[in-house]
């Protein structure tokens, strides 16, 4: 009698739990899908025995979905921005992370903080140090944050003069000699810097018969110092972009590298939303606090590495 029942116990037991199976089976949800980085390999059978059961390796985190589309961000910036290609691998990055969509004019610095001063931008990136305090201080911009730096260099012909780091004596020779030299002429952060120096100098550049203005951004202003084979004072970022991918190969060098009051930094400021309310202030101070975070600024950091060997800008938001 007790067989009998440790057998229809048994019995009992193993309908119950088929049924378990059956039911489970049918609600059953598939596997999520796996890259083929995040497939898990195969576990080796032991040999002489049952096939060893395989357990899945953790995934790996799951990648951030984009953020959800918010409107657009107007900037208005210098043309070195734009003509190393920084902007346009920011900007991607920028709306899948953000929302907002970037779109800039790429302009020289005193055009751009002048979009500013009418209220035709949300917010401008330039690197002209002293009108960007004054930008601020007359109540157009909000606050002004360093970003990134690079330096200035002067490029040109080998010869008549010799590589140096004296940015003062090469601008002498240039005037004494009457050698030709192309200006950018526009008002731009790397404009103003120019004319600081022959203002430094107290020399007066259109002196100098073969001392032109382009009227154009940087890139074109190499070109042209280019083929006249002329000097010019031009940030390093914009000069590897144009060394390494003009389409006609630039026969100038860096003839003047290296001295101390050459630094190129660049700063952001938001439109002043009291002045203008209309600007999209939000968007602002979105992108100024995402260009100045760690993560952003070691983009910037690594940013033509690759390509050109070194760094078109060196971060310093967080100095």
Not at 15 to 36: I, W
Not at 102 to 124: F, H, P, R, Y
Not at 213 to 230: N, V
């Amino acid at each position: 009698m007790k067989k009998q029942r440790q057998l229809l116990t048994a019995l009992l037991t193993g309908a119950m739990l088929a049924a378990v199976v059956t039911g489970c089976g049918g609600k059953e949800e598939p596997a999520p899908a796996q890259t083929p980085a995040e497939t898990p390999a195969e576990a080796p059978a032991e040999s002489g025995g049952d096939e060893a059961e395989q357990v899945p390796e953790e995934t790996a985190e799951e990648t951030k979905a984009p953020a959800e589309k918010k409107g657009v961000l107007m900037m208005a910036t210098t043309t070195s921005t734009a003509d190393t290609g920084l902007l346009d691998y920011l900007a991607p990055i920028f709306l899948e992370e953000t929302g907002w969509e970037l779109q800039w004019s790429a302009v020289g610095t005193g055009e751009a903080l002048k979009m500013g001063e009418n209220g035709d931008v949300d917010i401008v990136l330039v690197h002209a140090k002293a009108s960007e305090e004054e930008f601020v201080a007359n109540g157009f911009g909000v606050e002004r944050f360093q970003v990134m730096y690079n330096d200035f260099v002067v490029i040109g012909p080998k010869e008549p003069v010799a590589p140096t780091e004296d940015i003062e004596s090469l601008f002498k020779t240039i005037q004494d000699d009457q050698l030709t030299f192309v200006s950018r002429g526009d008002d731009s952060g790397t404009d103003k810097k120019e004319k600081g120096i022959w203002k430094k100098l107290e020399l007066d550049p259109s002196a100098n018969p073969n001392y032109l203005e382009s009227g154009q951004g940087m890139g074109a202003t190499i070109t042209m110092a280019d083929e006249k084979s002329a000097y010019c004072l031009t940030d390093r970022g914009t000069w590897l972009k144009m060394k390494n991918d003009a389409d006609v190969e630039i026969q100038l060098d860096i003839v003047c590298e290296g001295a101390a009051d050459l630094l190129n930094q660049y700063g952001i400021i938001a439109v002043s939303p009291e002045k203008y309310p209309e600007v999209n202030n939000e968007a602002a101070n979105t992108m100024i606090e995402w260009i100045c975070s760690e993560e952003v600024q070691e983009l910037i950091g690594n940013y033509g590495v690759d390509q050109y060997g070194e760094a078109l800008f060196t971060p310093n938001a967080n100095e």
